[in-house]
């Protein structure tokens, strides 16, 4: 039996692989990933893109990435390449299946991350999955859900 997370963020991963992205996509505020404890509890606004999404930069375990953020995915979805700029070990052939997507099994590794931080709001021990053939790592709901609030207005999406 499949959990409910893990199928969600197949779910969403297979979005984030369908979407085709060649363009660079910066946060609204220049130092959204980048800004210190005392701003902790101002807003962090998004803009949503041309293709429709949203997009972040985070700093996860002090590493600055590049996510797509998606509340429909139970879980932050990571590519193996973002997982090695991680130092979390990545071997393919101990990847396991952790849900089930439209083409048939997903494959990965589920791993805990130490720390996700955007514009200073930190969330520790954040659950996430390194996923075999992800073009794009996800910001899911083992992030979102722990923030404070997450609001849609039009075409921004507001981190408080």
């Known amino acids: ?7 969600i963020s197949i779910v969403g991963i297979g979005i984030g692989i369908a979407w085709p992205s060649n ?7 220049a130092a959204a990933a980048e800004s210190g404890p005392l701003e902790e509890r101002r807003e962090t606004t998004l803009e949503r893109e041309s293709n429709g999404h949203f ?3 985070a700093k996860v375990n002090g590493e ?3 996510f797509i ?3 429909g995915a139970t879980v932050v979805a990571l590519t193996v390449e ?14 396991e299946v952790v849900g089930e997507g439209a083409s048939g099994p997903v494959r990965g590794k589920n791993v805990t991350l130490d720390r996700i931080e955007i514009d200073g709001k930190r969330v520790d021990d954040v659950r996430a999955t390194v ?3 992800s073009r794009l790592s996800l910001l899911g709901q083992s992030y979102l859900s722990r923030m404070g ?12």
């Open 82 to 95: 973002d997982a090695e700029r991680l130092g979390i070990p990545v071997d393919p052939s101990t990847f």
């Open 64 to 66: 600055l990435m590049h």
């Open 1 to 7: 039996m499949i959990k409910p997370f893990i199928y």
């Open 69 to 71: 953020v998606d509340t």
């Open 131 to 133: 996923l075999e053939g």
């Open 55 to 57: 997009y972040a930069y």
């Open 149 to 160: 609030e997450v609001q849609m207005k039009g075409d921004y999406m507001i981190l408080k």
């Open 23 to 29: 363009k660079s996509h910066a946060p609204v505020t």
